[in-house]
């Protein structure tokens, strides 16, 4: 009765970046026995908004090297804009989840909804993953410290992403609410007359950035 207790693997998922103007939209889920997860906590694990990016660097490390298994898969601008034109973004993100969800193979998934509800949420990755074990919640990543884990996976993984970018463009956070990156957009697309390959076309800001220049 106890080895199969000890053999439970209970994985996280969470995502980074769905509300930015640009970059990918990554997910991010980690596997780990049952009896592993008080360590996570230990660690200091948290919900990634919540730390810094050095202490998220440096964690992010720590839980690589602790969890049985992760996986990270990145959505690109291209497929986003394809799912926000049929109004499938939350769809697209739990097909994600789901894949992640697969890879990793555990006993029992936590994972944070993007969907207004979460129950519903839950049942499609269930669906999609063909894995019956799914907890869908809100705000699961300061909820559960294994989505917390994910988090900082996702995060991370994230910001190198844009990091990368920064090194030939001067582009903020990414975030719409970020001058410089709204700035970044639109002097681009006077320049080119085109928007860059990792600018999603279907945000709204991005849409008024273009309509403007059309009128």
Not at 5 to 20: F, L, T
Not at 60 to 82: M, R
Not at 174 to 180: H, I, N
Request: some cysteine; glycine content about 4%; overall charge positive.
């Amino acid at each position: 009765m106890c080895s199969k207790i000890e053999s439970v693997q209970i994985c996280g998922v969470d995502d980074a970046g769905r509300g930015s103007m640009l970059g990918p939209l990554v997910i991010a889920g980690i596997s780990l026995n049952k009896t592993n997860i008080r360590k996570l906590s230990l660690m200091g694990v948290k919900d990634s908004k919540q730390l810094t990016p050095k202490s998220r660097e440096e964690l992010y490390k720590k839980i690589i090297t602790l969890v049985d298994d992760y996986y990270v898969a990145k959505i690109s601008p291209k497929s986003i804009d394809v799912s926000v034109k049929k109004h499938g973004l939350n769809h697209l993100e739990a097909k994600y989840m789901a894949k992640v969800i697969v890879k990793l193979n555990p006993d029992t998934s936590y994972v944070d909804s993007c969907d207004v509800n979460p129950q519903r949420f839950g049942k499609e990755i269930a669906k999609l993953s063909n894995n019956k074990n799914i907890r869908s919640y809100h705000h699961a990543d300061s909820r559960f410290v294994v989505v917390s884990a994910a988090s900082i996976i996702a995060k991370v993984t994230r910001d190198r992403a844009i990091d990368k970018l920064r090194k030939n463009h001067d582009l903020g956070s990414g975030y719409p609410s970020d001058s410089k990156t709204i700035n970044f957009v639109k002097s681009y697309y006077d320049a080119h007359h085109i928007l860059p390959i990792f600018v999603r076309k279907s945000w709204k800001p991005t849409q008024k950035i273009l309509n403007k220049k059309s009128i």
